[in-house]
């Protein structure tokens, strides 16, 4: 017996409850994009479902010209019969296999993957607080002001802190990066703070990896870095980012990280020596870059950070004569914080002047 128009009804059912899960699944996708696990399998399931569509529509179309030829030829031969019988079978099986496939995509298990625990936008480095040191925290001031203007928001503002080895950058630049970060959320002018500390091993994909990380993007290991610069681009479209790349030593492109021109973001760059407009891409107006040379403190901050590290042996200090010498071993450190630590941690214990001329000495020949 036929199964006819009730297998036929029966088939359209399940072609509708199926092109309505299709339905659920890309809006689900389409509100998390690259942030669920799932992905592969969602778009392995939609390319399923639409080599069925195909199957289920040849199926229909040979339903309604069995039913016109039924119509035509009221009483039917054997080979029409067999014919039908095996349409029917053939619905049958589909009306399984479509049912099957439905159930293969867990949506609520989707729905749960694809709301994951809100990642933190806004992460303190836990800067060394300079307040003591007026000098240096000047440059907080100035660059923390600079990056708050919020004229030219619609351009990405390149801004590259340089200066000798040793001198502050880093503690200038976590200070700024953590003064951002405690702002509340009425006057914070940004959606999220990246921070990325370069090293020779570090490459593009370690870049973007921090910045997928602090985006909630879930990468997939199998993508190129260019489709996760596409991915990260497309995701800070519409926002309003700081990212703060120090200790630059080489090249670095931030068109293949993913960092666009046109976006509302301010990218702030850390290096040694003098900053070179080529060894991050070409200079462009729309960019508005600026650079900001860190000078060493001035003498009375220098003399206040060596003190304040030797005073923690109180009676080393009580001698005039190595106060005197601490003065003069101050101004040959050249205001740069990490030599004027290193020499007082290599000198607070030392309480035997002839010790602080000798370091004096080997300062003045180097």
Known sequence: MAFGKGGFEKLEHERKRLENEETDVKKVLAANAYRIEWLSECMDWLRKVD???QKIENLEKRYKEREKTRTINQGQSCGLLQSSWCLDLKIRMKIKKIANLRKQIKLDTIRNQSAPALPDRFIKRGALKIDDFPSLNNYVDVLFLKLLVKDGRDKCARVCIWGPSGVGKTTVLENVHDRFCELTNTIQPFDVIFWVTMTEEKGVGDIQHILEK????????????HERAEIIAKELENKSYLLFVDQVSSEIDLVRIGIRKGQHGRVVLGRS???YDDEIGERDESWKQEDIKIEGMCEDDALKMFRKIVNSNKDVMKNEEIKRIATLIVRECGGIPQSIKTVAFNLEKESDPAVW???LSRFAKN
């Not at 602090?214 to 190129?224: C, I, K, P, V």
Request: charged letters at 25%; glycine letters at 10%; proline letters at 0%.
């Open 51 to 53: 080599e069925e569509r």
């Open 357 to 359: 001329w000798a370091a």
């Open 273 to 275: 020596g003098c900053y």
């Open 214 to 225: 602090q985006l909630g993007l879930q990468a997939d290991e199998l993508m190129s870095n």
